[in-house]
């Protein structure tokens, strides 16, 4: 199947064409043509599964062009998806030659600018619910215009912290012409409860496995105090282009990249409290590779999209699968090899036990033996 079976416009074909881009994904060949009969529909797909285009593509072909108003909102849960979001909508366009704009509105920047930039009037508005809600109530974004309402990593969304200002956005447009579309790596029964009440019969979509294929994971078993040595060995010994080191507390994320600083390797780190263009600034070195060892928190990392991550390193073991599965994600995007390296005290192998039954894969246990990764032997 390609995306002339879909039903896509040629200019969009060509301008995917352009970003190396020749066949639809599992997750694409079934929402779009869900999303272009305007369907509401909450899907699940794996991460790196190209989720993002699947829901930009149709976006683009249901508006109109000679409308001067917004037509389409996308929710997000971070700043940093919705710049990663709005980055993608901007490349399609302009390698589509589409006479469409978009609209970055999220807190903490200057709303100021944010109302100049909408007196443009981008068809397309993508950014964080609280903001856009207030710039509704403003009357700087006119609601009644919108048909589509795109809610990623839903699972999140639609906590208690953003579903109130998910249903307020909801209510300001129009039930007759509004299509609601919420995308997730994982769905709960939550997830699913929330989308029969705001959306009109959903249609549940799933596709793919819960985790990537290429996937290995591996664990190392050591002593807290000797991690900081493990991570220096094990870039020494697989010399990775990127790698990403998460962390449970977010607050020690300034002393980890510190020691790691310290001895040599490039390392930066995001993390909720720090300054919206810090975390940019920081974002930008590591896909630049001016760094190549991202420190984070799940919080921060979410739904993030960094090419050519080959390593993925648990410096603290999270307690719960989804975030597991998110953190693995970040490695093995679109079909390519990645490696999860979770550094472990003894006493957390019961986590490995339950991820193991959990996703029904395999942990294989390593050790560094004269520089290099190796199978472990007792």
């Known amino acids: 199947m390609d995306f002339t079976d879909l039903g896509i416009d040629e200019k969009i074909i060509n301008g995917l064409k352009k970003q190396k881009i020749f066949s639809p994904t599992k997750i694409q060949q079934k929402v779009i043509p869900l999303i272009i009969d305007k369907k ?28 001067r108003s917004t037509q389409v909102i996308i929710l997000a849960p971070t700043h940093e998806l919705a710049v990663q979001i709005q980055k993608q909508a901007e490349l399609l366009i302009k390698n589509s030659d589409l006479e469409l704009k978009t609209a970055l509105i999220i ?23 609280g903001r856009i809600l207030e710039l509704i109530k403003k009357r ?47 769905i709960n029964k939550n997830t699913i409860d929330v989308s029969k009440a705001i959306m009109d019969s959903p249609i549940i979509v799933k596709c793919g496995d819960e985790m990537p294929e290429k996937i290995e994971h591996y664990y190392i078993v050591c002593d807290d105090r000797d991690k900081i040595v493990l991570v220096r060995k094990i870039m020494a ?35 909720g409290s720090a300054k919206k263009y810090d975390r940019r600034d920081t974002i930008n070195s590591f896909i630049d ?37 998110h953190r693995a994600g970040r490695t093995g995007r679109n079909g390519s090899e990645g490696k999860v390296i979770s550094l472990i005290n003894l006493k957390y192998k019961k986590w490995i036990n339950k991820y193991e039954k959990y996703f029904d894969i395999q942990f294989k246990r390593k050790e560094m033996r004269f520089g290099e990764l190796v199978d472990f032997k007792s």
């Open 237 to 271: 010994a697989l010399k990775p282009k990127k790698v990403i080191l998460f962390i449970n507390n977010q607050q020690k994320t300034d002393e980890l990249v510190e020691k790691l600083n310290f001895h040599g390797l490039k390392a930066g780190g995001i993390y």
């Open 140 to 186: 700087k974004i006119q609601a009644h215009t919108v048909n589509k309402i795109i809610i990623d990593e839903a699972d999140r969304m639609f906590d208690e912290i953003n579903i109130d200002n998910i249903k307020n956005i909801i209510k300001t447009t129009l039930k007759t012409q509004r299509q609601i579309i919420a995308l997730s790596a994982s």
């Open 107 to 129: 807190g903490g920047a200057n709303i100021g600018r944010q109302i100049e930039k909408l007196k443009q009037k981008p068809q397309i508005v993508i950014g964080s619910a």
């Open 289 to 325: 590779e001016r760094i190549n060892i991202l420190v984070s928190s799940d919080i921060t990392a979410r739904g993030m999209d960094f090419n050519n991550v080959d390593i993925v390193i648990n410096i603290d073991m999270p307690e719960e699968p989804i975030f597991y599965q």
């Open 40 to 67: 509401d529909i909450l899907a699940k797909s794996q991460t790196g599964s190209g989720k993002t285009l699947s829901y930009i593509i149709p976006a683009f072909m249901g508006i109109d062009i000679y409308l």
